[in-house]
């Protein structure tokens, strides 16, 4: 494996002052509550308010700040959304069976949570995309209350109108403006106008995930997102203007997001750098886009396709393209990731908006063992056990056994208390 281009730098890190900051603001809020959230959104928002609910007048004047195209184009995405999560949901069902033993039956039932927040970030563009991954899938999953948050966006004096009309489009039950680790403080602990929740997903800056790691276990979370990545697995076949535009779709994102080519042909690997830096002159987002790539952006040159592969299943990237001839079955040899695009004509793009799978993906090298959020995020797996009299009979000698080996005589004895009046 030949180094082409070196990332300079780790994208994510712990900081203890962070920590003990988002520490800070969650105490805040257990104690406080709708203060706390009020005196939050003066400080970090600039924007005095007298409740973090969002109206339904709000919503309906939303509406009328968008061009019918937008909103067109919010729909069909909630479509596409929607119809992958259904598909998803027909993957998962109830199971009650006859166990091998005579007179068990065991099982278990897929239980919605009862409530969930979803938060959408807010950054130099509104980000209505992440609002329809978060809510539609939730609602599909059938949770009951879906409640929708997002800081004030600048000059609109509330949330984006972009961000509201996918909100109310995608079945939110409530909307709050307000953001960072206070609002996963009020999801995770309530206030006088936020309901607390069960659970609760969507991607955010940092503030917001070191929050999410400080309330898990008081409530659920999807996961700990650091920087957006993308890994290109890329011969001799593919278009270096795709891999170069790609490469630069992703490091526009964030200062620390993470653009990755792994390539078997060098030739490619020196057309699509060329290209990248022809592109990047004139592009709108080029401040952000050229400190992304010139600190982490990374050109591999592999030997073989399966070095490639090797590679690309050690880093497991959030999104994976595989731009190759017979992208399909190398393809298949791709083992993490959080979503994969096969083919020249598949850029990550689609994915982030309209495609139908979530975008809310998991990062840093934690595909390895876990996906993104889906419409099982919102679902719990409950256990049963039906036992009989004849199933009594059969599993007590085994129970009452393993309960002596374990030293658990109130166990053993649960067991036999049945015997004695079998």
């Known amino acids: 494996m030949k180094i082409i281009k070196e990332a300079k730098k780790k994208t994510y890190e712990r900081d203890g002052k962070l920590s003990a900051a988002v520490s800070e603001i969650i105490e805040n809020v257990k104690r406080n509550g709708d203060a706390a959230l009020k005196e939050y959104a003066a400080r970090f928002d600039h924007m005095e308010i007298d409740t973090v609910r969002v109206s339904r007048e709000t919503v309906e004047a939303a509406y009328r700040q968008l061009d019918q195209e937008t909103i067109d184009t919010i729909r069909f995405s909630a479509g596409q959304i929607k119809f992958f999560a259904e598909k998803q949901l027909e993957c998962l069902k109830d199971l009650d069976i006859e166990s091998r033993i005579p007179g068990l039956r065991i099982g278990h039932r897929m239980i919605p949570v009862v409530r969930c927040g979803c938060y959408v970030p ?67 602990y309530g206030t006088e106008t936020v309901k607390k929740t069960d659970l609760i997903v969507g991607p955010g800056n940092r503030f917001v995930t070191e929050a999410k790691r400080q309330v898990l276990g008081d409530v659920g979370i999807d996961s700990l997102a650091g920087p957006s990545e993308v890994l290109i697995i890329a011969d001799e076949t593919a278009r270096p203007e795709f891999v170069a535009i790609d490469l630069l779709s992703q490091a526009e994102h964030d200062p620390d997001a993470k653009a990755v080519l792994v390539t078997t042909s060098e030739a490619l690997a020196k057309e699509a750098e060329a290209k990248l830096y022809e592109l990047l002159k004139d592009l709108p987002t080029r401040e952000t886009a050229e400190v992304s790539w010139e600190n982490n952006g990374a050109i591999y040159l592999a030997e073989t396709m399966e070095e490639a592969v090797a ?65 099982g ?46």
């Open 377 to 422: 995020t919102f679902i719990k797996t409950a256990f049963h056990q039906i036992v009989t009299e004849e199933g009594c009979k059969a599993l007590a000698p085994y129970t009452m056994h393993f309960a002596d080996v374990e030293g658990l005589p109130a166990h053993r004895d649960s067991v036999r208390a049945r015997m004695e009046t079998l």
């Open 122 to 188: 807010a950054g130099r563009h509104p980000l209505p995309s992440s609002a329809l991954m978060g809510i539609v899938t939730a609602k599909v999953a059938g949770v009951k209350s879906v409640a929708a948050c997002s800081p004030a966006y600048a000059g609109a004096g509330t949330i984006h109108p972009a961000v509201l009309v996918a909100m109310d489009i995608a079945g939110a039950d409530e909307i709050y403006c307000m953001g960072g680790a206070q609002a996963i403080a009020a999801y995770a």
């Open 311 to 375: 590679l690309s299943n050690e880093m497991a990237p959030e999104h994976l393209e595989v731009q190759v001839k017979d992208a399909e079955n190398v393809a298949m040899q791709c083992l993490h990731y959080g979503s994969m695009f096969i083919g020249n004509y598949a850029p990550v793009a689609f994915g982030d908006f309209v495609s139908g799978p979530n975008h809310t993906l998991p990062t840093m090298r934690t595909a390895r063992y876990s996906g993104g959020v889906w419409v």
